[in-house]
């Protein structure tokens, strides 16, 4: 079945207003309890109740994160060129990261409260230690799958290893790595937010508890959508920049 363009680019938001109000019958025939699961009315009327302290905890929220996801970016792309242009650091340091990225991240919450106190810095590390690794692998990817016999094509022509990988290697890895970032942005959002609801007396996940505590769960779910609404701003800015700076692997689905 053929579908406009029109209705792909409004068909998320459609969904998003049918959920909603489906969201808002079902609490209103049953009479949910609002402790319990607050309505999509109750959400917003607390939203613009508080909505001073939700946008200056969002601040603080997003500062953070962009805080520990440039590191993530730093160190993952020079994990992933360093892992993905040398199979001996391909096979001593691939199994590793892969094990340390297994390791539940809120573990590390009270180590980095103990190292650095209460505050941005165990926040900034978190979300820089469940973003960072997205990065690396899809740059190592990008890098590894290089096909042989384009390499051996340029060698012949004169080409160095490393002028393979910087003029090659990299700019064929873009794909990759803004997949990665698409990834990766959402989870440092939530590494952000799991760090401030046990280290951080700012931030949405600070927000969290103190609204669940005090048994406003419209105020609560209201600083969740916040934090999901961060999360979207910022990957459709990635998919944006991608749609321009690789025009040439994504020809297909223009066409499509």
């Not at 938001?13 to 999509?40: D, G, N, R, T």
């Not at 946008?55 to 929220?61: E, F, N, P, V």
């Not at 209460?118 to 590894?144: E, Q, R, Y």
Request: net charge positive; hydrophobic share 55%.
């Amino acid at each position: 079945m053929k579908v406009s363009p029109r209705f792909q680019r409004w068909s998320p938001w459609l969904l998003m207003l049918a959920i909603v109000i489906l969201w808002q019958v079902i609490c209103s025939a049953f009479q949910v309890s609002e402790f319990i699961f607050p309505s999509p009315w109750l959400i917003l009327t607390q939203f613009v109740e508080f909505s001073g302290v939700i946008a200056m905890h969002a601040w603080r929220t997003y500062w953070v994160t962009m805080a520990g996801f440039g590191l993530a970016i730093v160190v993952g792309v020079l994990l992933g060129f360093l892992i993905g242009s040398s199979r001996l650091a391909y096979a001593a340091l691939y199994p590793l990261m892969t094990a340390f990225n297994a390791l539940p991240k809120a573990a590390f919450v009270p180590i980095l409260v103990v190292w650095f106190g209460i505050g941005a810095g165990p926040a900034i590390l978190t979300a820089f230690l469940i973003s960072f690794f997205p990065i690396m692998v899809n740059i190592a990817t990008g890098l590894a799958t290089l096909e042989p016999e384009l390499e051996d094509v340029l060698r012949v022509l004169g080409a160095k290893r490393w002028d393979v990988l910087t003029k090659v290697g990299l700019p064929r890895s873009l794909p990759y790595f803004y997949g990665s970032l698409k990834v990766a942005i959402t989870l440092a959002f939530v590494g952000t937010t799991v760090s401030e609801m046990t280290a951080a007396n700012e931030g949405i996940g600070y927000l969290l508890i103190s609204a669940g505590s005090s048994m406003q769960m419209g105020l609560a779910f209201a600083g969740l959508l916040v934090v999901g609404a961060m999360a979207m701003v910022m990957y459709e800015l990635f998919s944006w920049v991608e749609k321009r700076t690789t025009g040439w692997a994504h020809r297909g689905a223009q066409n499509h």
